[in-house]
């Protein structure tokens, strides 16, 4: 009952600002969790780019790929507003091992596509049923996440496109843009990311060179203003991914505490409010996270 209250609590606080969120927080030595809707499943945005490249690391680590082998990339679009290739004005070769990289630290969708066409969705797919990780679906490229309804807006109408987001979501979770229609889209939920990274950093199932590349390139991310200013201290390393399209913002992650203590922390959050940037919402996920972080790890749980 008391952790009824305190997720009534939480979840009152994020409507708010304005949010819908699923939010898992799980102890990974002791198994403790508190869980807040985790099993709801959402359009994934750049989330999915971490099975994509525990597939690729996997493949790399035990000699099917060689990760120093260069891979043709195509120029992208400096207008478009993205990082990485995506901004390329010439075509480029770059190597898979980089590829990854720039994929995970600072969401690269044009090197994550081209990651996909060394491992299709199905052998993505078919290596997260092999971890026993149920919950997540990669079924298209990044490249999709750049033809939504924002992008045919001007920037100053760029609310009119989040409008058309929240208000064409039915209540099966469907929507007529493709890119945040479960049904058609990349999706995840909470606990299935939850449980991804508990393999990947306990190593159950997961090749250790791979989990061991895959979390030193979560550390490295660069995008730093969602979860991690209310995680991060002294004390306390974030390795993590985010991802963001339209209405959607989350982040997926691991603090990692100085006395030794590890938790994986996933927030998946749909926005009620038209408007691209919204500081407020960030602030409160964050918060949200932060709260039951701190309940599961004093073991109030």
Known sequence: MRDARFLDAVRTDLAEAGLRASIVVRDLDSGRELDLDG?????????????????????????????????????????????GTT????????AIDDLVSLALTISDNG???ALLALVSPDEV????????????????????LSDTPLERFAPEEAHLAHTLAIRGSTPARGHPIRQLDIARTNTGTARAFADLLTMIWLERGVHAEAAARLREHLGANLVRHRLA?????????????????LNLRHEAGVAEHTDGSRFAIVALSTSEVPA?????????LGAAARRMHERVRTGAV
Do not use: C, Y
């Open 87 to 94: 901004r390329f004005r010439h075509p480029s070769r770059i």
């Open 125 to 144: 797919m078919a290596d997260l049923n092999r971890l026993g990780v149920h919950g997540i679906e990669v079924r298209h490229p990044f490249a999709d």
């Open 276 to 284: 691209s940037a919204q500081p407020a919402a960030e602030a409160a």
């Open 39 to 83: 099993d709801v499943a959402t359009p994934a945005a750049s989330l999915a780019k971490l099975p994509i490249a525990l597939a690729v690391l996997t493949r790399v680590a035990d000699g099917r790929l060689d990760g120093a082998t260069p891979i043709p990339v195509p120029a992208g679009d400096p207008s478009a507003g993205l990082p």
């Open 229 to 245: 200013p209310d995680i991060v201290t002294d004390d306390t390393a974030w390795s993590s991914k985010t991802g963001t399209l």
């Open 111 to 113: 090197a994550a596509d």
